[in-house]
């Protein structure tokens, strides 16, 4: 029983002629190993990025929602110092009116918090904005 291979004749039990391309069981491992350690690192990365776009979507969210507040905040006609506070399933947050030194002049402060990998995060907003004085004498 002969077999034809690259056009040489092999005798089963007889190795394969010289000039014959074939890889080794060594080189077979060491390709998979860097093969896997490839793999490794790509998924590392991959991860990694999911990360930091979970945390991208959910900074984005926070600041529309800080500058939604802050707005809503800047355009009530009845504006006053005050100090208000909101939550919902994600974020938590705090509107803050309080006086700055110059008269007629408030600060609109908005803070909104959030949970995220088991670390508090925060995003900050301020705004300024001018309030009518309070008539005295009446």
């Not at 947050?93 to 002049?105: D, N, Y």
Request: proline content about 4%.
């Amino acid at each position: 029983m002969h077999q034809r291979y690259n056009n040489h004749s092999i005798t089963p039990g007889t190795h394969r002629p010289k000039n014959t391309v074939a890889f080794t069981m060594v080189e077979v491992i060491v390709a998979l190993v860097i093969l896997s350690t490839t793999l490794i690192a790509v998924f590392g990365v991959l991860r990694a990025c999911a990360g930091a776009t979970h945390h991208a979507r959910m900074l984005t969210e926070a600041v529309l929602l800080a500058e939604t507040l802050l707005t809503q905040a800047a355009l009530d006609e009845n504006i006053a110092l005050q100090t208000s506070n909101g939550a919902d399933d994600k974020y938590k947050w705090q509107v803050r009116i309080i006086p700055t030194p110059i008269e007629s002049l408030a600060a609109i402060n908005v803070s909104v918090k959030w949970n995220e990998q088991n670390r508090l995060q925060q995003y900050n907003l301020v705004s300024l904005r001018y309030i009518k004085p309070a008539l005295e004498g009446k």
